[in-house]
């Protein structure tokens, strides 16, 4: 039987269970797991570290020739993110990192940077990534392409949730108010803005579980997997 690598894209609001699906799916098929939100995360947070003026294109430049992004696998199978050498994992999901990462990913200096070391990291296929313009820029040639929506007061309990496992409790409103002005700054900026590819298939995780979501992804996966 000829079974192929392929690449699978995942793209979708913040909060709609793109991420846990795209792990748990990578885990099972044994693929690799980019979180292409961590690389624009991490960029954010060299930003704020070094007091990079976002608006100042020479200092951004400059910046972006000194930021080297990598992941590695633990001895708990989770990927992580490491920004010059330095684990990040936790740090690029604070909210002072959050607060800005739509406006630095409206750069494009910013985005040419990270979709380049994108195609690099899914050059060998057997690759489940996790973004915004992934099916649409990243790979257009990606065999399964997917978009995840889910309502904006599910996505808000789930990342409140998610910050609150990591010991960080975040009002509610202020989740929302966040989730917000993302959407909008991901959906309007000039440069690759969210979209749902026109091949991608559109999954609504309101109401059902990670397990289903992961099932109904692995069935698109092996059917694409077995396909000449
Ligand atoms: O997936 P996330 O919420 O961690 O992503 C953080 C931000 O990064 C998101 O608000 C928009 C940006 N992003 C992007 O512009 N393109 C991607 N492929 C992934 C994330």
Redesign the pocket.
């Known amino acids: 039987m000829n079974i192929r690598k392929i690449i699978i894209a995942i ?1 979708g609001y ?2 709609c269970g ?2 846990t699906t795209a792990k748990e799916t990578a885990k099972i098929l044994g693929y690799k797991y980019i ?7 991490a960029v954010t947070m060299y930003f704020l570290d070094h007091h990079v003026a976002v608006t100042n294109l020479h200092e951004v430049k400059k910046a972006l020739a000194s930021i080297h992004i990598s992941f590695h696998v633990n001895s708990k199978n989770v990927t992580e993110t490491f920004l010059n050498g330095l684990n990040v994992e936790e740090e690029i999901r604070h909210m002072r990192v ?1 607060e800005i ?2 406006q630095v ?1 409206t750069i494009k200096e910013v ?1 040419h940077a ?1 979709v380049e070391q994108q195609r690099k990291l899914g050059k060998q296929r057997g690759i489940v990534m ?5 099916g649409t820029v ?1 790979f257009p040639d990606a065999e399964l392409k997917l978009f995840m929506t889910a309502n904006i007061l599910t996505r808000a309990f789930r990342r409140q949730k998610e910050l609150l496992d990591r010991d960080y409790l975040v009002d509610l409103d202020e989740v929302i108010e966040n989730i917000t002005n ?1 959407d909008r ?2 959906t309007t900026r000039t440069e ?1 803005p ?1 979209r749902k590819a026109k091949d991608a298939l559109e999954i609504d995780t309101t109401h059902i579980t990670i397990d289903e979501q992961v099932d109904e992804v692995l069935r698109m996966a092996v059917s694409r997997m077995l396909k000449n």
Do not use: E
Not at 35 to 41: C, T
């Open positions: 793209d913040s909060a793109k991420s979180d292409s939100g961590a690389m624009y995360r959050s990462v739509s990913s985005r990270m996790d973004g915004r313009d992934i990243v993302r700054l991901d690759s969210l």
